[in-house]
């Protein structure tokens, strides 16, 4: 699947990156018939801090590339076990025309490698092992023609994808910095030998406490089905207690005191806790300058009302290839960066506004007492948990029943991220 960096460096684009983001942009992109040089700096299989868990919005994106998602390892799941205020119930996935009534679970391990296959499978060149470091600038224009890594090599293109995460080196290159006033979330997992690593339901705990403050943020648990549970945490940055607590100690307590019937005892952890960033709610812009797209965490494609990301990250990689296709077919110059330009301005059309009641969202539940008053009354309510369900997953038909009208609603009307 690697390609030896002596053989054709240059293409019409480069995506730097192979995760879901990038490999779903390399995917679309050889699909369109464009030549596609994909470089990752790690080599595969490779671990990624990540919950695991896809909703019925990410399996979409996966159905869309032709996953084979009945092939072994992937764990299918009916809905979300709500646990907090007392309370536990479950909640099936929505029967939606647009998404399947199914998640998925399946490890970054892996999960990685199957969508950089379909990139090369679809025609992408992929060469592992190549730790890009920046940008290659036009001396007169100033725009990406390439990019340079830490081994010395260049290599050449018509455009150049920034598909490398929350700490993108592309992006911080192009000068382009994250928004203080988008939230930001952290979040920390590893993974314990269950009994109950089949479940039929993932499951989130709506009640993280540190000492006696209420914190804003969930817990979670993703049944893998080979033995082992994804136990993790997500927080985010609204409260005054991000960045003093100690996330892996706040974990191991979390799991300590879960029911013994998880099997989350220290003699049962299979992994070691690992942590990673949030970039939340489109937090470094513009998503297009002088050359340089953004997919994916490196424009911060993620949901701020769950922490989503790689639904996102596939859904922004397929927007940009759409795009990126338009602009480098059979144009002048000053055309394709006038079809380059238009691609932010797409990404804020589709989810400027969700991202925005994301925001307002996260900014109420960081205030002490709403994350408390939330689950105590709104917990006991099964039609108003559904609405949740709905709105925090982004999950809703363009014309469905009263609740996705409710929330399509909400987002038009609400300003662009």
Known sequence: MTVPAATQADADVIVVGAGPAGSATAFYLARRGLDVLLLEKTRFPREKVCGDGLTPRAVQQLLNMGVDIDAPGWVRNKGLRVVGGGMRFELDWPQLQSFPDFGLVRTRKDFDQIMAAHAV?????????VNVTGPVLDDRSGHVVGVRT?????????????????????????????????????????????PRHDDDYIETWLELWDSETLLPGYGWIFPVGDGTCNVGLGLLNTSEAFGKIDYRELLKRWCRNMPAEWGFTEDNMVGPIRGAALPMAFNRQPHYTRGLVLVGDSGGAINPFNGEGIAYAMETGEVAAEVIAKALKDTTAAQQERILRTYPQVLKDAYGGYFTLGRLFVEAIGKPGVMSFGTRHG????RLMRFALKLLGNLTDRRGDASDRIINALSKVAPPA
């Open 121 to 129: 499978k679809a025609g992408a060149r992929l060469m592992e092992g």
């Open 150 to 194: 830490k081994d010395g090599a260049t290599y050449r293109s018509r455009l150049v994808v920034a598909a490398d995460g929350n700490s993108t080196r592309m992006a911080l290159g192009m000068g382009l910095h994250k928004r203080e006033d988008r939230p930001m979330g952290v979040a920390v997992r590893t993974y314990y030998q269950s």
């Open 379 to 382: 917990l006991p309510h099964p």
